[in-house]
T-cell receptor, first 111, second 114 residues
């Protein structure tokens, strides 16, 4: 079945640093989604991508749909304490009825 | 406010008992989903429904059952057949399943089996 590899699994950074994480797939996807989950809460959709090469921003967050359609990247600029949480990527292949989720990247920020 | 509600937030159950988790959405979405999340893990799909009175098994459906009698509601029953039911359960909805499948999640229900 389809699998998503999300890396890194965890990140420990200083406040103000930039963050970069990515997801790679074993197959081609038509949709990439990025979510953030706070402890004990449901994931919140951050960015949705639908075209290869697409670059989309949401405030300090920027995500890209890889040209090969097998990967996606999420960058966070000038991190702040409220960025702490788990970030998930999710993808969907053409004709598929389900999203495939990555295992998540846990972001910890030292003030 | 439009959104997805799940109740209760915390649920305790004795071994051998069935329990039903509630999920309601007022986003007018056709599709609804149930996921299970274990500590430090990603999301695993239990069941999903594209339209009323129709649903399909996800990757880990054994020991669970669902119904979709109304567009707004998609309750999940965790049966006594589920061997390891303690987990965080998330409900989600989207406009459809094939395209623009942006799924929006509820706040989750944490189930603990005593």
């Amino acid at each position: 079945g389809q699998q998503l590899n999300q890396s890194p699994q965890s990140m420990f950074i200083q406040e103000g640093e930039d963050v970069s994480m990515n997801c790679t797939s074993s197959s081609i996807f038509n949709t990439w989604l990025w979510y953030k989950q706070d402890p004990g809460e449901g994931p919140v959709l951050l960015i949705a991508l639908y075209k290869a090469g697409e670059l989309t921003s949401n405030g300090r967050l920027t995500a890209q749909f890889g040209i090969t359609r097998k990967d996606s990247f999420l960058n966070i600029s000038a991190s702040i304490p409220s960025d702490v949480g788990i970030y998930f990527c999710a993808g969907q292949a053409q004709g598929a009825q389900k999203l495939v989720f990555g295992q998540g990247t846990r972001l910890t920020i030292n003030p | 406010d439009g959104g997805i509600t799940q109740s209760p937030k915390y649920l305790f159950r004795k071994e051998g008992q069935n329990v039903t988790l509630s999920c309601e959405q007022n986003l007018n979405h056709d599709a609804m989903y149930w996921y299970r999340q274990d500590p430090g893990q990603g999301l695993r799909l239990i069941y999903y429904s594209q339209i009323v009175n129709d649903f399909q098994k996800g990757d880990i459906a054994e020991g669970y059952s669902v119904s979709r009698e109304k567009k707004e509601s998609f309750p999940l029953t965790v049966t006594s057949a589920q061997k390891n039911p303690t987990a965080f359960y998330l409900c989600a909805s989207s406009q459809g399943v094939f395209i623009y499948n942006e799924q929006f999640f509820g706040p989750g229900t944490r189930l603990t089996v005593l």
